[in-house]
């Protein structure tokens, strides 16, 4: 039997390495997206009485069937790998239709969506995204919201000595 000649061996290895690295990619990344995925309570009761547990802000993300920048938001930024595991870690999330929860998307003034508002386990307003915006600019509200929560809880400790 003939040997190919030394380049197209070479050719074929290397083509072989590429295959099997992209094949890992992609499955690495079916396996993260099913890890990640973000916990959501299900009804803002319980996302509070979590909240008021874990001392974790509550992450109320209003949407709707027909909104197309809600299924953008919740596409690109929401099912990031990294997003799922910040927001699992850092906060209580919750999804609201923004048709069916509409009183208390009143109470919240929440006016038009997608609309992400963030409370403190106290209710305090700490934060509020309004429209979709892309993983760092979401990830920095949220983490300005964090920072707030914490001077809040500081204030109201130091005040309770």
């Known amino acids: 039997m003939k040997r190919l000649p030394k380049q197209i061996q070479w050719v074929f290895i290397g083509f072989s390495i590429v295959a099997l690295v992209g094949i890992s990619i992609e499955l690495s990344k079916a396996d993260t997206k099913t890890a990640d995925t973000i916990k959501w309570h299900t009804d803002l009761e319980s996302a509070h009485q979590a ?3 874990s001392n974790k802000p509550v992450l109320i993300v209003f949407d709707a069937s027909w909104c197309t920048y809600c299924r953008k938001l919740e596409q690109e930024t929401l099912s990031d790998p990294r997003m799922s595991r910040y927001l699992n870690q850092a906060f209580e999330p919750v999804h609201l239709d923004f048709d069916k ?3 208390i998307a009143d109470v919240l003034k929440v006016k038009s969506i997608p609309c992400t508002v963030v409370l403190s386990s ?3 307003l700490l934060a509020r995204q309004v429209g979709y915006a892309k993983v760092p600019k ?14 809040i809880h500081h204030i109201e400790y130091s005040d309770s000595q």
């Open 51 to 53: 909240s008021l547990k």
């Open 101 to 103: 929860d509409r009183k």
């Open 138 to 151: 979401y990830h920095s509200m949220l983490e300005k919201a964090r920072k707030l929560q914490a001077v």
């Open 122 to 124: 106290e209710a305090d």
